[in-house]
Each structure stands twice: as C-alpha cells, then as structure tokens.
C-alpha cells in the first residue's frame, strides 16, 4: 500500500515519493533501535556518515533531476543525465536529447488493472518488485538501467544486474533492500529528522490495533491514503513498457513501430492517466544519454577536419599560413584539457562526407571555404559544451546543498532567540 507522502511544496516537481510495503517489512520496525542507540550524539544534531551506513530504511527522494542524476553517477553509471519534461506536446519531446532510455513519472499512486500486467516477468526484461518503503525512486532508476544494455553501469551495478539476472521480480526488489552500496547512495540525501520520522512511522504502522479493514490482503490504495510514486516507461527489444515497482509485474503497453520514436506513445498514455486524475500535480523526468558525449564526438570531428584541410592547404597553397592570421588562433587545432578533448580520440574521429569530398576536389577556394564554415561551427559547438559543463556544475552545487541538513542550525537558532527572549514576539506576530 503506497502511504502518505510528506509534500515539500504544492508544486509537483517538488513532490516527494512514499511508497508501499508489506505488512511483513513494516513489522521489522518493532525491532528498530532506540534513536540513542541507532544514531551516535545529539539525536538532532548533524547526522554522520556512519548514522547514514548503519541506517537500513530508504529516504524520500525530491523529484528533482538533478537528484537522480547525481544518484545514476554515483551507482557508477556512465554518460547519463536525469531532465525534466515540462511538457508532453511533440516539440518539447523533440528537445530531450537523444538516445532517450526511459522516462520516470512521478503521480499519485493508482495500480492498473492487473490484468493487464504480465503473469510473470518475461524473459529479456529485468523488472524488480518495490519490497522497501520509499525505495521507489532508486527501484525506477535500475528498473531502466538494467535493461539498456549499450550503457555502462559500472563496476557494483553490473556485478550487481549479472547477480540478479535469474531472480524473480520480488527477490530482486529484496535484493535491492539488502544492498548496501545502492541504499548509502539513495540515502546521501537523508536528514536525521527524515529517519527518525521514518522510524517512528513503521513502528507506530506494526504496533497499531489491526481491524478487518488492516488485515484485508488487497492491494488497493485508498485515494486518501494513496502518495506520490514513481514509475518507469522504457523501450525494451521492440515494445513499450511500464515499470511499476508497486505492480506485481511489468506491463507491455505495445509494439513500437521501426524507426520510429517511442516518447509519444509513452507520453500518450500518461496523459490519459492524468486525465483520470483530480490533480495536475506530476512530475516527468527523462533518463537520456548526456548531451557532452555527443557534442564532444562533434568537436573532435571538427578538429580532425580542419586539421586535414590545413594540411591540404598546406601541400596546394603557398599562402595557407594567412588563414591563421586573420583571427584564427581562437579556433581550436588540438587536444584541450579544458573540454576534456585527447589527441587519441581527435585522430579516431570521422569525417563527413562532405568534407572528403572536399578533400578529393582539392580545390584551394572550396578548402578555404570549408574550413571557414568549419571554424564557424566549432564556436558554437564549444559553447554549447561550455553551457552543458556550466549547467552539470550548478546542478551538483545544487545536490551538495540538499545533502545538507539544515535541521540542526534552524533548531540552534530558535533556541538562541528563544534565550533572548525573542521567539515568543514573532511567534504572536505570526498569530494576528
């Protein structure tokens, strides 16, 4: 059942995700530690990394794609970037770089009709059930990865997929529970307030009277009850799935036609399941290939090329030193530590056909022409790295800030106005 979730602001792409459990995994929480045993010091004091290690419950986790970006990169997963979607119309789609691998929709929990799901997981998709409260956010992210095979997973996921291959979807969602390095990782963003809350919630779920109504075994979630859950869409050998960790299996949504792009039939149906919704309050996040990987190959081909046409010009044209001295030196001609550009990778690089066929002309004018075009282009190209390296700095900025926990300082200072004698005014002020 999906609980309650704490809402950080009324906005969506603020929403936080709560989960489901079993009554089983809540009742684990009777043998939970006392504060002062689990956590070291001030209970709300800072929390220590070893507080965090030793925790073995999921935080919630902020729709926020830089969040999930930083969590993809730090389960080792290479040349990936989480984006928002701010809109589901065709030319917005059309903006989210490609390759595009999933998407993740952050809505109020609703399972579809089980009938609709598969029996059981088919062979060829690595589907993972959602065994642990507020897990969903780190389920939805494996749900995509693990079945991109071109991606580079790293070291710990990919011992990690092998290790799970054969595992139905339950015991894989344990094994996600039970895994250390991808619960310290999805817990980088806990507060020490986020776990005690955390805590006393399963203990008061186990401990409280069980009526009829807590003992049923179905699956249904209240609409008062239901939280906000993330779910995966991902191309898969063909079709179209929905990954929803809360689901007892994954659901095929339909063939994607060759050739063609898979958003628009995901985004189709999650627009008719916002339709069904009273709120417009969702979040959809895009797991694509980051956008430096591409630019650089672009560089690197665009080096290349003027390099061979300098070194035609060179060859035909007594007067080709004149091209570097007409304001030329900003143009790139080698490797650069500043757009992380090496001479191996300058040297592997492909060249258009246009450019070849310029080559075998080997007229002088058409070279020149060629090359200018070349040097216009490679400006741009360095700006958008420059803006991509410049946006990926203030989103790990913006990650290290909420990694911190602010909780501490906020209480210290209204124990300090407390002392003065200064908290009760502003609080009756806030009362009139």
Known sequence: MATRSRRRSTKAKN?????????????????????????????????????????????????????????????????????????????MLDMIPSPTYGLIFLFRFKEDDPDKQEQFSPPGVWFANQ????????????????????????????????????????????????FDFVRQVHNSFARKMDMLNEDLSLKNYATAPKTGKNRSNSTTVSDELAGFHFIAFVPIEGHLWKLDGLERAPMRLGKIKEGRNWLPMATSEIEERIKTEDSLEYTLLAVCQDPLVKLRVELASNVHAINKLDAALQRGYTGAQEIHENGDEATLLGPSEAFLLETETINNADLSPKIIEVLQIGEVSIMKEARAELASDQTSIRHQIRDEMMTSQMDEQNVLSRQIDHGPLIRKWLRFLARKGALKPLVEALDT
Not at 60 to 78: Q, Y
Not at 135 to 162: M, Q, R, S, Y
């Open 15 to 91: 929403a936080s995700a709560s989960t489901s459990t079993s009554a089983s995994a809540r009742a684990s929480a009777l043998s939970t530690p006392a504060p002062e045993q689990l956590f070291l010091g001030d209970p709300l004091g800072q929390t220590p990394d070893q507080d965090k290690k030793r925790w073995k419950g999921f935080c919630e986790i902020d729709s926020d794609p830089a969040c999930f970006t930083a969590m993809l990169k730090n389960f080792g997963v290479k040349d990936i970037k989480v984006q928002e979607v701010f809109s589901l119309e065709e030319e």
């Open 131 to 178: 065994t642990s409260p507020n897990a969903c956010a780190t389920v939805a992210l494996l749900n995509i990865v693990n079945n991109i095979p071109e991606l580079d997973l790293g070291d710990n996921l990919a011992a990690f997929k092998e290790f799970t291959y054969d595992f139905p979807p339950h015991l894989r969602g344990n094994a996600i529970g039970n």
